[in-house]
Nanobody, 121 residues
Framework: QVQLVESGGGLVQPGGSLRLSCEASGPSFTVNGIGWYRQAPGNQREFVGGIRDDGPPNYADSVQGRFTISSASAKKTLYLQMNDLQPEDTAVYSC???????????????WGKGTQVTVSA
């Protein structure tokens, strides 16, 4: 089973920056898509940004121009560079991946447990 571990969250002042990391591990697999989602208290989980197949990163309008996604290791590692953070960015940020197992070709999808990002003065 593919597991995801997020790191890099924390408390930051408005205007500050954080860099989140997501590491996918498990039996032989390839990644089709990997991305970041966030959920603030009382709100539904929303898409932040991600990468699918060999396409460029895509972003939610709310973070476009402030957040940057990059990947490594055949998309098994995903980074989210967050700049100019604002209080409305406060949320639990979770990583999601979907792909195929190498041995069987079966599709899979997994969520990480998330990392808290708090933006406050």
């Amino acid at each position: 089973q593919v597991q995801l571990v997020e790191s890099g969250g924390g408390l930051v002042q408005p205007g500050g920056s954080l860099r989140l990391s997501c590491e996918a591990s498990g039996p032989s697999f390839t990644v089709n898509g990997i991305g970041w989602y966030r959920q603030a208290p009382g709100n539904q989980r929303e898409f932040v940004g991600g990468i699918r197949d060999d396409g460029p990163p895509n972003y939610a309008d709310s973070v476009q121009g402030r957040f940057t996604i990059s990947s490594a290791s055949a998309k098994k590692t995903l980074y989210l560079q967050m700049n100019d953070l604002q209080p409305e960015d406060t949320a639990v940020y979770s990583c999601h991946v979907d792909g195929r197992y190498g041995s069987s070709g079966l599709l899979f999808a997994s969520w990480g447990k998330g990392t808290q990002v708090t933006v406050s003065a």
